[in-house]
């Protein structure tokens, strides 16, 4: 069952819908959400036809399909559409020969590049594709992914904007503030860090790199204005720091933590920065300081100790008596 992406997309939308316990979904909802979806997914105004939606519907149930239980209730003069069993899902059903052999494909493909030292992240991608071809067995593998992580839906679209460089204009509300800023942005990289997305771009206003996470983003849209290029090496720029925030005029410092003689050798197996280094007992690390290092400290609670520098030791005994007091 060989499928091309903009039907491979209407039909997870759809299985969202049917699969819905609490909403009824009628068939212009259904148009307005695949719609909604591949204009996201492509960058530009994308339309579903009515007919388009009622093709889907029967392929869906289909033996050449997905054998769906899609069923329509009637409400009063109008239709709605949900699975005859809730629990069903079209992402639960086995994969078909064709997705297998794509699979095997892609997998012969790796197996021959994987080597290569700036390819390294292909074993972990190796391993998903292994995932994905086991499903149709007992699934022996997960992956740390959270599928209703708020602002997930605006990924590929900002990544085509990226591809495509575009300059977008976004509505913005930060966790400190219950006011919405207002950006104008040539988007320029994304990166994960503790499981959320980040965009960074140029700031037009401000005239500086700045980094916009994913999930405080309200809306974007495409605003017509010349797109500012600059010669900036990303893998460089995440160098010196651990997590997202470089404050690029700090320069970086020498960090001495004592650590627990039970958690050396998760350290020493799980390094926490490229830098890092461990004698006896003492971790020794050169980055940049900011919000998300003293975060990592604080997480290994009483297993690690900061000795230097001070500033970043003063800073941590403040943060701990204000979680103290708040429990007092």
């Known amino acids: 069952m060989a499928v091309n992406k903009n039907a491979q997309i209407r039909y997870k939308v759809l299985d969202k819908c049917f699969s819905n316990p609490y909403k009824k979904f009628y068939i212009d ?50 239709v709605f559409y949900k699975y005859a069993d809730s629990s069903f899902s079209i992402l639960k059903k086995p994969l078909t020969n ?16 994987k080597g290569i030292p700036s390819l390294s992240n292909l074993e972990s991608l190796e391993t998903k594709l292994l995932g994905a071809k086991d499903s149709n067995k007992n699934r022996i593998i997960s992956f740390e992914e959270n599928e209703f992580l708020a602002g997930i839906e605006n990924l590929t679209l900002i990544f085509n904007f990226i591809k495509s460089e575009q300059v977008i204009f976004i509505s913005y509300k930060s966790f400190k503030s219950n006011e919405i800023y207002k950006y104008i942005i040539s988007p320029y990289y994304l990166k994960q860090y503790n499981n959320r997305w980040f965009l960074f771009g140029w700031n037009h206003d401000f005239q500086n790199i700045q980094n916009l996470a994913l999930d405080r983003i ?55 920065h490229g830098s890092q280094k461990v004698k006896d007992n003492i971790l020794t690390i050169q980055v940049k300081l900011n919000y998300e290092l003293e ?8 297993n690690m100790k900061v000795l230097k520098p001070i500033d970043l030791k003063s800073r941590l005994i403040e943060r701990l008596k204000i979680t103290i007091n708040q429990y007092s």
């Open 29 to 78: 909802d259904l148009i307005n959400h695949c719609s909604i979806a591949l204009t996201d997914h492509y960058g530009k105004e994308t339309t579903v036809s009515r007919r388009q939606i009622f093709i889907d519907i029967d392929f869906m149930r289909s033996d050449a399909g997905f054998e769906a239980p899609i069923m329509p209730i009637k409400d009063g003069r109008k």
């Open 98 to 113: 064709d997705e297998l052999e794509s699979i095997d494909n892609t997998l012969e493909i790796i197996s021959r590049i």
């Open 295 to 302: 975060s990592l400290i604080l997480s290994y609670g009483e």
């Open 218 to 272: 309200t809306s974007l849209e495409i605003v017509n204005q010349n797109f500012i290029d600059i010669d900036i090496d990303f893998e460089e720029y995440f160098e010196d720091i651990i997590g997202v925030t470089n404050f690029e005029e700090n320069q970086v410092t020498d960090v001495s933590i004592e650590l627990s003689e039970n958690i050396i050798p998760y350290i020493v197996s799980k390094p926490i």
